[in-house]
């Protein structure tokens, strides 16, 4: 099975910075893609950024120019700089993996998966 484990959050002042962690755990072959998600009204999740294998980024627009996307693929693990944090960003981040192609019990597999959240709180 594949699991994603997030780290990084907390609390943080405006102005300041947080680096969020996504490692994906498991017997991985591949991935298409990683990304952030952070929740919104309605219970729904919007993006925040994203990555493909190859490095093709994703921003959402309120974050551009402050947050960036980065991939180390031999670790399966995928990060997210948060710089000039402001309150609105404050919100539960989730990790989000596409079409994770790995080795089960019943032979090769391929899913997509979520992480369980890590909250990050900007305030003074």
């Known amino acids: 099975q594949v699991e994603l484990v997030e780290s990084g959050g907390g609390l943080v002042q405006p102005g300041g910075s947080l680096r969020l962690s996504c490692a994906a755990s498991?017997?991985?072959?591949?991935?298409?893609?990683m990304g952030w998600y952070r929740q919104v009204p309605g219970n729904q999740r919007e993006l925040v950024a994203s990555t493909t294998r190859s490095g093709i980024t994703k921003y959402a627009d309120s974050v551009k120019g402050r947050f960036t996307i980065s991939v180390d693929n031999p670790k399966n693990t995928v990060y997210l700089q948060m710089n000039s944090l402001k309150p609105e960003d404050t919100d539960v981040y989730y990790c989000?993996?596409?079409?994770?192609?790995?080795?089960?019990?019943?032979?090769?597999?391929?899913?997509?998966?979520w992480g369980q959240g890590t909250r990050v709180t900007v305030s003074s």
């Open positions: 989000n993996a596409v079409r994770v192609v790995y080795e089960s019990s019943e032979g090769r597999r391929y899913g997509d998966y």
């Open positions: 498991g017997t991985i072959y591949s991935w298409n893609g």
